[in-house]
Structures are given as C-alpha cells and as structure tokens.
C-alpha cells in the first residue's frame, strides 16, 4: 500500500507534463524513483535458482571432439532407433519446440527461401527486431515439473533399492542439476551471436543517427541479461554507453506489451488427451528397465524435456538417446498444440494479449506519437519521446516465446496456423514452435524502399513469411508487402479483431462464453453474444476492472 501511495504524486505529475508538452528531460523520472533516466534494477527477476556446473570434458560419452563446436553443447544423438528425416546431426534438436538451440528456420517457408536477398530495386530503410530470450533453465523453480522429477528420483534412490539397467542405467549416478529461469551460457552466446549478426545485417542503418538508440526488454533476469548479451556483440564492451536499455517490469499490475497480462488465463487441456496417447507406451517401456522406482505417464512430457534444458545449461544430456524419432515427433507435436492452444490461433485471448505490441509496431513505423487505441501499452511511457521514440532506424525489442506468438497471432500472420488434430500429428502443418520461438529467436521487420514505394517483409528466424491477403497484403512471390495496405489493414482491423476490452478485461462466464476451442486467436461474435443476451445491458465496469496477478 506505501509503495502505492508513493508512486501516485509521480504518475499524476507526469500525465500533467504529458498536456502541457514540456521537453523531454522533465519526464527523466517517470519510471519512478530511480537515480537514473534508465534503471536496470527494477525488480521483478522471476523465480531464480542457480544450477549445477556444468563438466562436458568428463561426462561427454561420445568422441570428444564436437563436430562444428556449436556453442560447445553435445548435439550429436540421434534418436534411439537412428532414424532421421533429413541430413542434419541437430535431428533430435529440432524437435523440442520453445527449447531448441538457436537454428534459423530454413524449411519454415521454403519457397520464399530463394528470395532472401533483397531485391536490386529496393533499399533497407529501418529495420525492427523483436527477439526472444536466449537458452534457460527451466520455469518454474520448485514448482517446476523437471524439478519434481529430479527430487522423485533422488528419493527413490535413497530408498536403497532403486536399480536401472540398459538405456536407463545412467540414472543410477544421475542427478538433477538445473536451476530455475536463469540465462545459462548457451543463451548469453546466442544472444551475443544474434547481437553480432544483427550488426553485420543493420549497423549501416545507425550511421548518423544522433541519438542514442533505446533498446526495451523485461525485468526478468533472463530478459535483461538477453538484452545485455545482445547489446555486446552490437555495440561492443561499451554498450550501455552507445545505447539506453529501457526495462519494462513484469509486475503483473502493469502495462507492459513484452510481457502482458491479462484477466484470464485460457488453457484448452485437450492437448493432454493427446499426451494421453502417447505416454504410456514410452512409460512402460521406461520402467521394464526400473526396480524400485516408477516413472508416471505424466513424467514423460517432463523427461523428455530434460534432453534440450540439460544440454543448454549442462552441455550433455543423457536423454536425448532414449526415445525414438517417432516419440520425439510426438513430443514436438506436444508443444506446438500447447503454443496454439496457450498463446496463438487456437486460444481466444491470444490477439488481445499481443495488439499492444502491434500498435506500438504501426506508431512507430508511421511516426505518429501514441494515439491509442489503448491496449495494454503504459502509455505514461509511449507518449514520452524518452521511453518511446519515433525515427529510431533500428528498433530493438526483448520478449518471451507466448508473448512473440500472441503477437504474430495479432498480426493475423494465418501461415501459422495449422488445423490441428488432438487425436493424431498433423504432419503437414506449417507452424512448429521450434522453427517460430527457439531459444533467440528473431523476427525482423524490415522496411524497404523500392523505387519511391515502402514495403515491409518480415523474416522470422531468416525464413521471408509469404504476406498475403490476410495481413492486407497482396500476395507475391517475394513475401514483400506494400507497408501503406499492411498498415491500413492493421490499423482497421488489429485491435478491432482482437476485442481487447472483453477478451483481456473480462472474465469468462461472466463478459464471453468459450466452450469449444477457437481457431481465430479471438473471441467471436456469438462468444461475446452469448453472455449479453442473458444480461441485456453492457458489461459493467468494464473499463476499471483491474488485470488478475
Ligand atoms: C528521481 O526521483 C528520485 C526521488 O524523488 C530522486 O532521488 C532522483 O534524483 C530523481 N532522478 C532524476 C534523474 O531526476
Ligand atoms: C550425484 O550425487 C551423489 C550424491 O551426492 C554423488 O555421489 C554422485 O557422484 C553424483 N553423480 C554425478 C553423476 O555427479
Ligand atoms: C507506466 O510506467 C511507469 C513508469 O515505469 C510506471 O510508474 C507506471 O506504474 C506504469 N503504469 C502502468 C499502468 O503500468
Ligand atoms: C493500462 O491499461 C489499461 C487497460 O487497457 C488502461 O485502461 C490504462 O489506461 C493503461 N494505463 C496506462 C498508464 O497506460
Ligand atoms: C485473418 O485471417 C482470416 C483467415 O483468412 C480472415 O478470415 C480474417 O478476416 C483475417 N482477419 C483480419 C483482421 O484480417
Ligand atoms: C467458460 O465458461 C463456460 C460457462 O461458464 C464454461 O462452460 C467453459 O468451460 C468455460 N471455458 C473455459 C475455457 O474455462
């Protein structure tokens, strides 16, 4: 309540400032009390736990010398039964969704691979990047399913008769070693390496820019070492004299569009009819190998994840070789149903949750200072020049996976989303969360000019997404889209699509009714219908109802 109390004198002082247009450096403390225009130390790091060193010159069983050294992590296994789909030695890597290594998503949308290059006629003009953080441990910290499973088997062998044998037979010295939420190395080398590439892509961009560029990522530690770790292999040891890395705080009271948060949160479990079907012949096959200990049906999702956090942070894991190339499709399929589901097409919140980001994406890339309409930007923050400015050449953002999805999905990008079965793979889907949001992953918005005409492509992780009708585009080979119909589109439909206020602001039940799953990233007409037909008048105190925590 203090805390509270003491920041209101500064909100109400800043929002008089805002109308009577004084210069900037009087808005310099509107993030609150801090010493600095831009304080780093803003709270909110998340559930932090440190894990255990990691020691891959001793533990790593195949021949020592990694083949390409990527980021020195052991990426060699095939799946047990050997097979794999294409030629890569990263084959098991690139099925474990939102925790697979860094790879650009080269067979994401291949037939615009050929028209990577910009075309003769046109010229980069600015360039947005919004970016995911770099490789972690696992969420959640003690709560965390991964974790519970280390404590169960540690149990289990205290108890005196736990016994593996076979692929298993590493769990009888095996012990869980991750922390919680932490950037591990291998992130902050992604990031650095993203943050290089970027400069080789877009340094040119910033050449007699005059201002320092504002970098915005979160609080969270994993965010804000991201950030760092980029802004280094860009601007070099010096960054944070080159740049302002302007942090967001994940309080969940707070507007925030790297990190919103809204009233409900929506969660289809049928996915788990679908690990319902698939677990249990890889439990009972796992336990044939185990005396003493039993690993549930519902472990498995949580074992299998072990593979891609344990080689991250640890360099080694020695799950990756116990499933086969068909557990780990199943696996995959998993994560994608759980991102449509949680965050994209299939979850009726989804573009709510993103549309704030997406107006923030047209503010800047019109130049138009912050007009609302008002979703969940701070607009304390957006309509200060300091904190959001316009004419920046290079913008930088920083955000978590759910958040990038829920953008794309407002955005109306429908080249991801896929009819999806909770019965069976579908194999020919086009959307997989390790080609979307890997660990750093990139979506770059590019403004080109090309013969007097803008247009914007947009890459995420290098693959050209074929813009088409849905975005306001006309579809071509290339990808490329004139910016004034994305815009227009965007402007008329994004926010409108989204139903922000009933679908953020209000709960369901009692503003919407879902019962089914959804397929637009929205609620419907007859969703929202549903409810104000039983009550005949508006949704009351729609407006002031405050987001959940
Ligand atoms: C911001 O406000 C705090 C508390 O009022 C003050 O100590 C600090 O010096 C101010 N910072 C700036 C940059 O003006
Ligand atoms: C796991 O922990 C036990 C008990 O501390 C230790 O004896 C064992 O060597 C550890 N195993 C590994 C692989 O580090
Ligand atoms: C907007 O940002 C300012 C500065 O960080 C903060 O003090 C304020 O609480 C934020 N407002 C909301 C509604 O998030
Ligand atoms: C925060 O978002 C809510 C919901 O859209 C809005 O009513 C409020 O004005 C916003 N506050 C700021 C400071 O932007
Ligand atoms: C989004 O795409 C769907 C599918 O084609 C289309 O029906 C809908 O009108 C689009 N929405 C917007 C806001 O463009
Ligand atoms: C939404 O509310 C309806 C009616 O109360 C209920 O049947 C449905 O299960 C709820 N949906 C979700 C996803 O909670």
Request: aromatic fraction near 12%; charged fraction near 25%; proline fraction near 5%.
């Amino acid at each position: 309540m203090a805390q509270i109390a003491a920041l209101l004198p500064l909100i109400f002082a800043a929002v008089v400032i805002a109308d009577s247009s004084t210069p900037t450096k009087n808005w310099n403390n509107v993030t609150g009390t801090s010493s600095t225009t831009f304080p780093t130390d803003v709270g909110f790091l998340g559930k932090l736990m440190y894990g255990q060193s990691p020691f891959v010159a001793q533990v790593d069983k195949l021949d020592t010398n990694r083949p390409n050294g990527k980021y020195g992590i052991e990426m060699r296994w095939l799946p047990k039964d050997g097979k794999k789909d294409d030629a890569t030695p990263d084959d098991i890597f690139r099925n474990l969704g939102q925790v697979s290594p860094y790879h650009i998503a080269d067979d994401l949308f291949p037939e615009t691979n050929k028209y990577r290059s910009v075309p003769d006629n046109c010229e980069i003009k600015q360039v947005h990047l919004l970016s995911r953080h770099g490789a972690r441990y696992p969420t959640g910290s003690k709560e965390g399913g991964q974790y519970k499973f280390g404590q169960k088997v540690a149990k289990a062998r205290q108890s005196g008769d736990f016994k593996a044998e076979g692929d298993l037979s590493f769990l009888n010295s095996w012990n869980y070693s991750l922390g919680s939420e932490v950037l591990v190395h291998t992130g902050a080398q992604e990031l650095f390496d993203s943050g290089v590439k970027a400069y080789l892509d877009y340094a040119k961009l910033l050449d007699g820019y005059e201002h320092k560029p504002v970098i915005r990522t979160t609080s969270q530690s994993r965010m804000l070492d991201s950030a760092r770790y980029w802004t280094l292999g860009f601007f070099g040891w010096d960054a944070p004299e080159k740049m302002h890395l302007e942090v967001l705080t994940e309080d969940s009271s707070q507007n925030n569009t790297l990190a919103p948060v809204c009233n409900e949160v929506y969660y289809d479990d049928s996915v788990n009819d679908w690990i319902d079907t698939y677990s249990p012949p890889i439990a009972k096959r796992l336990n044939s190998m185990l005396t003493g200990f039993k690993i549930s049906d519902e472990d498995i999702y949580n074992v299998m994840t072990l593979c891609g956090y344990e080689t991250v942070s640890q360099g080694y894991s020695d799950f990756c070789n116990i499933f086969t190339k068909e557990e780990w499709e199943q696996h995959e399929y998993t994560i994608d149903l759980q991102f449509q589901t949680g965050s994209m097409f299939l979850n009726p919140i989804a573009k709510a949750k993103g549309v704030g980001w997406v107006t923030e994406f047209l503010d800047r890339v019109t130049n138009s200072k912050f007009d609302g309409p008002q979703s969940l930007q701070n607009s304390t923050l957006d309509s200060n020049p300091t904190y959001f400015p316009l004419k920046q050449p290079l913008y930088a953002d920083f955000s978590h996976d759910t958040v990038i999805s829920n953008i794309l999905t407002a955005f109306n990008f429908t080249q991801f989303a896929d009819d999806l079965d909770f019965t069976k793979i579908n194999k020919n889907r086009r959307y997989r969360t390790s080609r979307v949001t890997p660990f750093g992953a990139l979506i770059a918005f590019e403004i080109l000019e090309c013969d007097n005409d803008q247009y914007l492509r947009v890459k995420v992780n290098e693959a050209v997404v074929p813009m088409n009708q849905d975005q306001g585009c006309e579809k071509r080979d290339d990808g490329l889209c004139k910016l004034d119909s994305f815009v227009k589109h965007q402007k008329e439909h994004a926010f409108k699509d989204s139903h922000f206020e009933t679908a953020c602001m209000g709960k369901n039940g009692t503003d919407y009714i879902v019962t089914g799953p959804v397929k637009t990233g929205t609620l419907s007409k007859s969703q929202i219908k549903a409810v104000k037909s039983k009550r005949s008048n508006a949704i009351p105190g729609l407006k002031t109802m405050r987001r959940g925590a």
